[in-house]
């Protein structure tokens, strides 16, 4: 009995100095990948943008370190209450609806108009509610002035109301690996058909 006592203390012990079992390393966001070594951008680039934006895991990135891989990119913001959800889902059908071999050579990217209440926290919530994969999505957070300047560029026009909800265009854009505009779906509920035809015309040309 005594020698059972001991060997229990013994563990005890171990697992009291130890309490931390290995684990698998975290998959990292698109945002937080290492910077492809490329030249200028092209004049017709939104990697030309020297704003900054702060994403879901607390990273302050410019838009410049999604270079080299197309984009899928959406506005929204995490407390709608109609819109965003069926445009999130409409992206996240795009992605099922691509082959396996697309799919890996593309990431998404959701920006907030919501200044106020998307803070990285709420982004990260959104994330981890909508099960959106780590790997490949990306959700970003800016000033009010950038957020302004990227959703002209997308041709995306929003409006805060009394209630704190915006009244904003539903638009899905493709960016090439440079950064450029290829294709823009508006509206809800669409067939993903058209956009993926174009999100695979964009990883084709990437080398």
Same mark, same amino acid.
């Given at each position: 009995?005594?020698?059972?006592?001991?060997?229990?203390?013994?563990?005890?012990?171990?697992?009291?100095?130890?309490?931390?079992?290995?684990?698998?390393?975290?998959?990292?966001?698109?945002?937080?990948?290492?910077?492809?070594?490329? !030249?200028?951008?092209?004049?017709?680039?939104?990697?030309?943008?020297?704003?900054?934006?702060?994403?879901?895991? !607390?990273?302050?990135?410019?838009?410049?370190?999604?270079?080299?891989?197309?984009?899928?990119?959406?506005?929204?913001?995490?407390?709608?209450?109609?819109?965003?959800?069926?445009?999130?889902?409409?992206?996240?059908?795009?992605?099922?609806?691509?082959?396996?071999?697309?799919?890996?050579?593309?990431?998404?990217?959701?920006?907030?108009?919501?200044?106020?209440?998307?803070?990285?926290?709420?982004?990260?919530?959104?994330?981890?509610?909508?099960?959106?994969?780590?790997?490949?999505?990306?959700?970003?957070? !800016?000033?009010?002035?950038?957020?302004?300047?990227?959703?002209?560029?997308? !041709?995306?026009?929003?409006?805060?109301?009394?209630?704190?909800?915006?009244?904003?265009?539903?638009?899905?854009?493709?960016?090439?690996?440079? #950064?450029?505009?290829?294709?823009?779906?508006? #509206?809800?509920?669409?067939?993903?058909?058209?956009?993926?035809?174009?999100?695979?015309?964009?990883?084709?040309?990437?080398?």
């Amino acid at each position: 009995m005594k020698t059972l006592c001991a060997l229990l203390l013994g563990a005890a012990s171990l697992l009291a100095a130890d309490p931390v079992l290995p684990t698998v390393a975290e998959e990292k966001p698109p945002c937080c990948r290492p910077a492809l070594a490329l !030249g200028q951008p092209t004049d017709k680039s939104l990697y030309l943008l020297d704003s900054k934006w702060t994403s879901d895991v !607390g990273r302050t990135i410019p838009l410049s370190v999604f270079r080299g891989r197309p984009q899928v990119v959406a506005m929204f913001f995490s407390h709608c209450e109609y819109a965003c959800p069926i445009l999130v889902n409409d992206m996240k059908k795009l992605q099922a609806a691509l082959p396996p071999e697309v799919a890996a050579k593309v990431d998404f990217l959701l920006v907030s108009f919501d200044t106020a209440r998307d803070t990285p926290a709420a982004l990260a919530q959104y994330r981890a509610k909508e099960h959106l994969a780590v790997k490949n999505w990306t959700l970003l957070r !800016g000033g009010a002035d950038d957020v302004r300047e990227l959703a002209a560029l997308l !041709g995306i026009n929003y409006a805060a109301d009394a209630r704190g909800q915006f009244a904003h265009s539903n638009v899905i854009t493709v960016l090439n690996a440079e #950064g450029e505009i290829v294709f823009q779906q508006p #509206g809800l509920n669409t067939n993903p058909s058209a956009l993926a035809a174009a999100v695979t015309k964009a990883t084709a040309a990437v080398k």
